[in-house]
Nanobody, 128 residues
Framework: EVQLVESGGGLVQAGGSLRLSCAVS????????IGWFRQAPGKEREGVAC????????WYPYSLDSRFTISGDNAKNTMYLKMNNLKPEDTAIYYC?????????????????????WGQGTQVTVSS
């Protein structure tokens, strides 16, 4: 059974940091790309990072100003999202997801076009 379980969310003051974890099971990380997404109340879900399981390439949206870093430990089957200099607008539910790794077929993009598996999410609240 495929599972993705997020943890590490919580309440933090603006300017602080958090590290989210995504523990995966039921599939081989090296064959998948992992993405982190967030959804704030009343807003659409947005991608905040993704990483190739096969070559470690990463992607981030420009809007984050390099505040977030995605990484992984394939041996522990765990992916991470380190978030620095958090702002109140970063408040959202954060999800990790897994999809077929486009880098395995030689594609130039890092993030999958679709994600097959999702976690249940972890709440991040940033106070001002």
């Amino acid at each position: 059974e495929v599972q993705l379980v997020e943890s590490g969310g919580g309440l933090v003051q603006a300017g602080g940091s958090l590290r989210l974890s995504c523990a995966v099971s039921g599939f081989t990380l090296a064959n998948y790309a992992i993405g982190w997404f967030r959804q704030a109340p009343g807003k659409e879900r947005e991608g905040v990072a993704c990483i190739s399981g096969s070559d470690g390439s990463t992607w981030y949206p420009y809007s984050l100003d390099s505040r977030f870093t995605i990484s992984g430990d394939n041996a522990k089957n765990t992916m991470y999202l380190k978030m620095n200099n958090l702002k109140p607008e970063d408040t959202a539910i954060y999800y990790c997801a897994a999809g077929p790794d486009p880098r395995r077929r030689g594609a130039g993009v890092v993030c999958p076009g679709q994600y097959d598996y999702w976690g249940q999410g972890t709440q991040v609240t940033v106070s001002s």
